[in-house]
């Protein structure tokens, strides 16, 4: 029997979602409506007696001091249209799940397979009347056509009946089919093979699957298993998601040929070992005994030490293409995705923070939209929502991020979700970091169940954008489940109930349970045995899904039952799927029949490597030449409200940054707490003042120069805001995250040479300037193809990469935030400006891309940081910002709004060459440049400390609100109030 | 004597503070222990054995029913193992034995929505509640909180007023009826209001972040033993964690650590 339970809020009562809902449609779409109501609808599928439905209604489904309720019947007809929007069949339904949950409570009794609850929400509109303009809002806002479906309902239309095809349930039948698949055929049915299995492999690489098959020993051991020569859509599957580039990086891994501006030809055996490896182990090597890292490369996330007792774990990883096609679901499963590579690092590690960085095309965005595309809007709203209630309702705060803008990530947004994690040093008696499968444990699932959600995610982001890009490559994370198994798994870990622990991601099964393998050479994966959320997944399906929130373990047999057993207490689903061998073979049975079998070699180390032309043509560039602003207050305010400048408060308060009570330096800071914190400063341990310090540098506006100086500059930032709050230099690692278009040559792309140029030099830079400032990589991941293709409209990302940073403080008393603290405090500007405004914002708000990109030279900047830790730890500092977007201009802003007191500099005192204007002065993105306030007491000893680097007084801090820059002429070029230049920069993004 | 006081913090099923929780409970001196909730419905562990019991924040079942909602109905329907009692009947028991209970933001909502806040007579009924902010979304930000010195809540003795923050979508509280509002200000349960910089109690954004009627923060029952409110005293406990604890003179001990104190003091006094 069906009901359909619909709960409304009672009349006089503010519907805070509706009225969201009118705003945003006022806004997005420029329709104004008389009201907006919404109710949630509960259709719920199961053997119930009508009193334990009005039970149910009355109890967990509705609050009655606030709500109505009308079962099998409208709750008002007072409106004008009616929209429900409901999830298609499949897809993740949390409070769907949930509200099964509690009926189950209420009745004392579980649900049978067959029976459910499903969701929807209506929205009641007054003053819209036709349903062409409601067809418009449905699909334009209230609704991704992806993962929901609606129906629409004008005044005076019946209203559907309650029956099965109302609800989204999934209908399949049990498919135990395993297809064979005849691979000795033409070279174009075999591309076409790759392409309509969405099996991302090229020509090359079916090739060398078909030749492993047709091998005479292969197909004598296949006999063996009861297999036939022809590949299986399971092995076929298994292999293209290994193979991925998302899996398997294959053109970090390529062998390229390299040739410069001066035709000088060099080959690189993969950018990854030569220059991300290559950098790690020379900056090791030169720490010597001062070494801290702990797990680089090798596992989910890397590990460095905090102190004796606990180490660090951090992972930053990108989101991207699913943020394209659903952006709520796609940011939502990229944080609680990352959150399972902290937990899947050693044996196991508790979170502690999140990190966040989006770049998205303008929300202001006012052109016709590409076929597929999602307005940016949509996507910064979706994406933000995402991850708040991805970290949100994990427990874990939010406390470092930023967004970037530029047209191109139209076509691609980036998501980048951080998860930093703290995991004692020894666990038993051992190193947590370490784990090790024993021959003979049991492979284990724990957490979610398997759907055909999440299929082909790992191959689909392998490739641009298109036409057929799958729906089913769309997932909604469920972070309840996520933390219900993780507050089992810390458990387990504790009292040693496995040996090696995993996440499931990109691949799933395929992919977690393989790589576990290595250590013992062979697996043994019954198929049939994993819990479905719903029949009808073939046996190739469930190996690859991607559905969220599962981890495997290795469980040695002796504590299986105890595993087991925990779980189920702590309503925890686990699952024995076979055991970890050493028959050398990735072994796949389903109801006792094999159904793949692939030596281990071949699908680790089968895959041949990518060749990669490189070529780089510097591109031409020239420094623009245009006359002196006459007014340099309105060109501040214009470049404090720039989209890369300007306030992202309403968005920071949308995340929890303090849960867990540990943030020190939080995003937001100054004496109206709305001020912009260079770092975030976090105490993990609430009985110790130890910090861990987090922040991050990413500059892509530099790459259309040269991207070898955006890698530089990005590094450098990345320190910079480290630095800035109190962070050693000594003990800080990084972690970088590439995002890039399509670099390799092919029909679609020509350029491939180019982009392939541009990222060998970043690679270069990446490798140089982490050595130079003794900076170990410790992990980090690639997305490689942030394109978008459809007909003739191509659309590529400017090479983008993340550097985040993260490492220690000793002292969190000792942390140092942006804002000015007292009037008369001596301001020092660290740091020599250069006419460096290539890609700089003050060139962009004029048009100019310019040629002088900002360089960074190691050595001096390395000096200065370190005497700033001094400086620092002396206690000597007032307050200390970073310079980049806007340069010193934007800086002294943010620092006197956000302290309260105005500034007085002159811009003569800058350590700058002589001849350089003051536009250029005021707006230069010179790197490694800092301000400090300093009281006038430790005057003597800052400049000590700083002696005989570059180190300027260019004024002091004053008690009138106000923005004072002279010229050194006698000429005051910006006079403005703080609440002026305040608003400039709260004003774009103050409403989103 | 403070070492006797026992406290429990409840984890799982979305909880996300109690370590932080815990450690205020352990600054003021009480013996504390988190305990997961299958523990307790297993038996395994008692309310009974304590005399303080936090309810943390989180979002318990992802709030998806409406805030707190599934976790109530967990509560009250859930069988404790080998015994007919749910635990809210253990709750209950808990509280007619004159013992304390505190619950902060997701642990103030469960409160609400199993009725033991405000109870107006211990009748248990639900005449509260609390539901979205009026501007539609979550927010995190630190707010003024004016303490009414009337109050038979026994945390808050000898506050004036608190800064503390306030992390929640579903914080708005209002009441069925303007005479349950009569009756809670009449009785003097309103314990805590959002106030403005002077200090008064404000209905306007952001100071009240939320749109609470007549600015109301937390509640106590009557007999100030129970106590809920929307902002964090945990996470105000040190003054590194003030948010302007770099250009300020604040003393040592965060404000909020003084509702842990006042409550284990007070059991210390009463109930050993």
């Not at chain 1, 849960?659 to 260079?678: E, F, I, M, Y």
């Not at chain 2, 590194?240 to 040592?252: F, S, V």
């Amino acid at each position: 029997m069906i009901w359909k339970i619909i709960v409304g809020l009672k009349a006089g009562i503010t519907d805070a979602r509706g009225n969201r809902v009118k705003k945003d449609i006022a806004e997005h779409l420029g329709i104004e409506l008389d009201v907006v109501r919404t109710h949630d609808v509960y259709t719920v599928d199961a053997s119930l007696s009508d009193a334990d439905v009005e039970r149910v209604a009355h109890g967990p489904f509705s609050d009655s001091v606030i709500q109505d309720v009308a079962i099998n019947q409208p709750l008002t007809r007072d409106c004008d249209m009616l929209i429900e929007v409901g999830f298609r069949p499949g897809v993740t339904d949390n409070t769907g799940r949930t509200a099964k949950e509690a009926i189950q409570y209420l009745v004392d009794r579980p649900f049978a397979p067959e029976e459910g609850v499903y969701t929807s929400t209506q929205y009641l509109f007054k003053g819209l009347h036709d349903k062409v303009t409601a067809e418009k809002i449905a699909g334009d806002l209230l609704a991704n056509g992806l993962i929901q479906r609606w129906t629409i309902l004008a005044k005076g239309e019946t209203e559907p009946p309650v029956d099965a095809a109302a609800i989204p349930r999934v209908v399949g039948q049990v498919s135990t089919e395993v297809r064979q698949i005849d691979l000795n055929v033409s070279n174009e049915q075999l591309v076409q093979i790759s392409r309509d299995g969405m099996l991302a492999l090229t020509l090359e690489e079916m090739h060398r699957i078909r030749d492993h098959f047709t091998d005479p020993q292969v197909i004598s051991q296949r006999q063996q298993c009861g297999l036939g020569s022809q590949i299986t859509d399971v092995e076929l599957e298994a292999l293209a998601q290994t193979w991925s580039e998302h899996c398997k990086h294959k053109i970090f891994a390529a062998r390229v040929f390299y040739e410069d501006e001066q035709g000088r030809k060099e080959q690189i055996d993969s950018l990854f070992k030569t220059f991300i490896v290559g950098a790690t182990r020379e900056v090791r090597k030169n720490l010597g005994e001062k070494d801290f890292c702990l797990s680089v490369f090798k596992d989910n996330a890397g590990v460095i030490t905090f102190n004796d007792d606990w180490s660090l774990v951090f992972k930053v990883e990108t989101h991207n293409s699913p943020s394209a096609l659903d952006p709520y679901g796609g940011a939502l499963t990229g944080i609680v995705g990352v959150n399972r590579d902290g937990m899947g690092t050693g044996m196991g590690a508790r979170l502690i923070f999140n990190t966040d960085v989006f770049c998205f095309a303008s929300p202001f965005y006012d052109q016709p939209l590409p076929p597929r595309l999602l307005h940016p809007r949509r996507i910064f709203e979706g994406v933000v929502e995402g991850v708040e209630h991805g970290g949100n309702k994990s427990g874990i705060p939010t406390i470092n991020g930023s967004i970037q803008f530029d047209e191109r990530f139209a076509g691609k947004p980036l998501v980048y979700c951080g998860t930093a994690a703290l995991m004692p040093r020894l666990l038993n008696g051992q190193p947590c970091h370490e784990k090790k499968v024993q021959i003979g444990d049991h492979i284990v699932m724990t957490g979610g169940r398997i759907g055909k959600d999440g299929i082909h995610g790992a191959t689909f982001s392998s490739e641009e954008l298109h036409e057929g890009s799958p729906v089913t490559a769309v997932q909604i994370g469920d972070p309840i489940t996520q933390r219900k198994m993780f507050d089992f798994l810390l458990l387990a870990r504790d009292r040693g109930l496995y040996t090696s622990i995993t996440d499931n991601g990109a691949g799933g099964l395929s992919s977690s349970v393989g790589e576990m393998a290595e250590d013992t050479g062979g697996f043994e994966l019954h198929l049939d045995r994993a819990p479905l959320k719903y029949q009808g997944l073939r046996p190739w399906e469930i190996l690859i899904s991607e559905a969220q929130e599962r981890m495997t373990l290795a469980v040695p047999p002796e504590h299986l039952d105890k595993f087991i057993t925990l779980a189920k207490e702590m309503d925890v689903e686990a699952t024995d799927l076979g055991v970890f061998t050493d028959s050398g073979y990735f072994n796949c049975l389903y109801q006792g029949q094999t159904v793949c079998c692939l030596s281990m070699e071949f699908i680790h180390e089968g895959v041949p490597q990518m060749q990669l032309p490189a070529k780089w043509i510097p591109p031409l560039v020239n420094e623009p030449a245009f006359a002196e602003p006459g007014d340099y207050a309105q060109v501040l305010e214009q470049l404090l409200g720039r989209l890369n400048i300007c306030s992202k408060e309403a968005v920071v308060r949308r995340y929890d940054h303090e849960v867990q009570a540990g943030t020190v330096v939080k995003p937001l800071t100054g004496v109206t707490n709305d001020g912009p914190s260079d770092a975030a400063v976090f105490r993990p341990l609430l009985d110790s003042f130890e910090g861990v310090v987090v922040a991050h540098g990413i500059c892509p506006s530099y790459s259309d120069i040269d991207t070898y100086h955006m890698m530089a500059c990005a590094i450098d930032e990345g320190l910079r805001n480290y630095v800035a709050t109190g962070g050693n230099i000594e003990h800080v690692a990084g972690l970088d995250n590439f995002c890039w278009c399509d670099p390799v040559l092919s029909e679609k792309t020509p350029d491939g040479p180019y982009k392939a140029a541009q990222l060998v030099r970043a690679n270069q830079a990446l490798y140089d300037y982490c050595v130079a400032f003794g900076v170990p990589l410790i992990s980090g991941k690639d997305s490689m193809k942030n394109d978008y293709q459809i007909g003739d409209r191509k659309i590529s990302i400017p090479p983008t990469v993340l550097f985040s940073v993260i490492g220690k403080i000793a002292d969190v008393r000792l942390a140092v935030t942006m804002d000015v603290k007292k009037p008369d405090d001596l301001v020092y500007l660290l740091g020599r400006t250069e006419d460096e405004l290539g890609g700089s914002e003050y060139y962009a708000q004029l048009g100019h891309l310019g040629a002088h990109v900002p360089q960074v030279n190691a050595t001096v900047a390395l000096q200065r940081y370190r005497t700033l830790n001094q400086a620092q730890q002396q206690g000597l500092l007032a307050s200390c910002h970073d310079l980049s977007d806007g340069g010193l201009g934007v800086t002294l802003a943010e620092s006197a709004f956000a302290g309260g007191y105005g500034m007085d500099v002159d811009l003569a005192l800058i350590d700058a060459p002589a001849d350089l204007r003051a536009d250029k002065l005021l707006f230069s993105e010179s790197q490694s440049r800092l301000l400090i306030t300093v009281a006038p007491q430790h005057q003597v000893a800052v400049e000590e400390l700083f002696c005989g680097q570059s180190c300027a007084l260019i004024g002091k801090v004053v008690e009138a609100p106000e923005l004072k820059v002279r010229d050194g002429a006698g000429r005051v070029l910006v006079q403005t109030p703080l609440d002026r230049l305040k608003s400039a920069w709260q004003a774009p993004l103050k409403e989103m | 004597m403070a070492a006797k006081v026992r406290a429990i913090v409840i984890s799982g099923n979305g909880t996300n503070c109690e370590r932080e929780v815990a450690h205020a409970c352990r600054l003021a001196g009480a013996d504390t222990d988190i305990v997961h909730i299958s523990e307790l419905l297993a038996d395994r562990s008692r309310l009974d054995d304590y005399h303080f019991l936090n309810l943390a924040g989180g979002f318990l079942d992802g709030d998806d029913l409406g805030s707190a909602k599934a976790g109530a109905n967990r509560l009250t329907h859930a069988r404790v193992a080998g015994r007919q009692d749910s635990l809210a009947d253990d709750l209950r028991r808990f509280v007619a034995a004159g013992k304390l209970v505190m619950g902060v933001c997701n642990g103030f909502q469960l409160l609400v929505k199993m009725g033991l806040l405000p109870s107006f007579d211990g009748d248990f009924r639900q005449n509260c509640t609390l539901t979205f902010n009026d501007r539609g979304r979550f927010e995190n930000r630190w707010c003024n909180l004016q303490v009414n010195n009337h109050s038979p809540c026994i945390y808050t003795r000898g506050l004036t007023d608190i800064f503390l923050p306030v992390r929640h979508g579903e914080g708005k509280f209002v009441t069925d009826s303007p005479e349950t509002l009569e009756r809670l200000e009449k009785e003097q349960l309103v314990v805590v209001r959002y106030a403005d910089a002077q200090g008064d109690p404000t209905l306007i954004y952001p100071d009240n972040p939320n749109g609470s009627v007549a600015a109301i923060a937390g509640i106590c029952d009557p007999s100030g033993r129970v106590f809920g409110l929307m902002p964090h005293p945990e996470a105000y406990v040190h003054r590194t964690h003030h948010p302007r604890w770099t250009r300020e003179d604040l003393p040592e001990e965060g404000l909020g650590l003084a509702l842990y104190r006042n409550a284990v003091d007070f059991i210390a006094a009463t109930l050993i």
